[in-house]
């Protein structure tokens, strides 16, 4: 099998001069060409322009053989995970031989990618290597070739482009949008005539463009409680106050005002945002990422165990005196303590007398950051609500800080008796 993995949204000549190389390298081997084509929510974790529908119809008319839907991945996980897990499902589908596009050398992309075989690590590829995605994915075809003692056979192609101009498929959206649906000249000199004819098509039956669910998520970030939008999987701390310091939303724009103050980008507010849509927690995301480790497909240092590790690193180095940057960075260089992490430890609690009464043991307890920046819980009593700040030595307060601000950790409390009072037995993962 020949494989292509993408979004196609829509098919532009770009993509159809991929597909006629994949045609190519089939029709030499006797083979079929299949496209691994993205549904739900595109690689950059946003809705689709063109329907799952009208872009597979695209591929296909384009030369493609075949489609296979990828789909639950993009709203829940980055990059740095999906790319994995993609690449692995294609190895195991029988697929030899990929075709990706690139404006490098392909021996470029070798080097590059070679110090990122080494340290086993497909996050936090810096922006200015050229192909950045290109490199990720050669970079886990050859980690993932220990786990299945087969890799794809890597094919290049220059980017598509038009009298020397790169064909961009954001702003052959942007300039369908801006022309109230109709494809303007400019846009269909990019677009092979079976693609614009599909996509006229799907105009005309409404399907364009996708968007969002606008009701549901907008009612989710002005209703929703603090503890409740920290479980959701790819907001910290931060996001979540400044979502609730901007509430009350009415347009998407006013949301992705606040995860800017954040310090949240592009791609990071996309995949928050489709968090938010879908109702994703943490606890999903933790227990898909340990399914796909099970089977071998994470890297060693994607793991949420490595995760957690790094936490109980970093806290234990600032309690020396390091700052959190210079911990990172010892820890990346494969520094590590002598004790292994807690999974599970108790915090005080600053309670009034007349609180005391309403409490049981086995409540459980919700945990937030509070507007002041202070790790809390919630205990919801059958008399009503019982709030208070965690109460943690140093280590622990900052431990317990930097899995709040993982994105993906869950975090759990329970109340439980102890001889000296009230605690809250803190459970990770």
């Given amino acids: 099998m020949i494989g292509i993995s993408a979004d196609f949204d829509p098919v532009h000549k770009g993509h159809a001069s991929l597909i006629g190389k994949a045609r190519e390298i089939a029709d030499e081997k006797g083979d079929e060409v299949v496209i691994y084509l993205n549904k ?8 689709f322009f063109v329907s799952f529908e009208g872009r597979s119809k695209m591929a296909l008319e384009a030369g493609a053989d075949r489609i296979v839907p990828i789909e639950g991945l993009h709203h829940r996980l980055t990059m740095s995970y999906t790319v994995p897990i993609r690449i692995a ?3 195991q589908d029988g697929v030899t031989d990929y075709v990706d596009a690139a404006e490098v050398n392909p021996a470029q992309i070798k080097k590059y990618a070679a110090r990122f075989i080494r340290r086993g690590i497909f996050s936090g590829i810096p922006r200015n290597l050229p192909n950045r995605n290109v490199i990720r994915w050669y970079a886990v075809n050859e980690f993932l070739y220990q786990r299945f003692n087969r890799k794809m056979e890597f094919h290049f192609i220059p980017e598509g482009k038009v009298n020397g101009e790169k064909i961009s498929g954001r702003e052959i959206r942007s ?3 801006e022309n109230n649906l109709r494809i303007p000249g400019s846009v269909k000199r990019l677009l092979p005539k079976s693609t614009v004819r599909i996509l006229e098509e799907e105009i005309d039956k409404g399907t364009v463009p996708e968007t969002r669910d606008m009701d549901v998520l907008l009612k989710r970030l002005n209703t929703t409680s603090r503890h409740h939008l920290l479980n959701t999987a790819h907001l910290n701390a931060e ?6 310091q901007g509430r009350w939303y009415q347009a998407e724009n006013q949301v992705w005002a606040s995860l800017r103050q954040a310090g949240y980008g592009p791609v990071l507010s996309r995949l928050a945002l489709s968090c938010v849509e879908e109702d994703v927690t943490r606890r999903e995301i933790y227990e898909l990422i340990q399914d796909y480790e099970k089977q071998g497909i994470i890297p060693p240092d994607q793991t949420v165990e490595r995760v957690i590790e790094r936490a109980w690193f970093v806290s234990s180095m600032v309690e020396t005196g390091l700052t959190s940057s210079e911990a990172h960075e010892k820890f990346l260089n494969g520094a590590r303590t002598k004790d292994k992490p807690l999974y599970s430890f108790d915090a005080g609690l600053h309670l009034r007398s007349f609180e005391l009464p309403k409490l049981e043991e086995g409540l459980k307890a919700y945990l937030y950051v509070d507007k002041r920046g202070v790790l809390a819980c919630e205990l919801k009593t059958k008399e009503g609500k019982v709030k208070s700040p965690l109460k943690l030595p140093g280590k622990m307060a900052t431990y317990l800080r930097l899995l709040v601000d993982s994105q993906i950790i869950p975090l759990e ?5 102890r001889k000296r009072g009230w605690r809250i037995r803190l459970i990770v993962g």
């Avoid at 996001?239 to 609730?244: C, G, K, S």
């Avoid at 409390?413 to 008796?417: M, Q, S």
Wanted: no cysteine; glycine share 8%; proline share 4%.
């Fill in 89 to 91: 499902m294609m190895i």
């Fill in 40 to 47: 739900g929510y595109s690689a950059n974790h946003a809705p």
């Fill in 175 to 177: 300039e369908i949008l």
């Fill in 239 to 244: 996001a979540v106050e400044h979502i609730i």
């Fill in 413 to 417: 409390g329970e109340l439980v008796k």
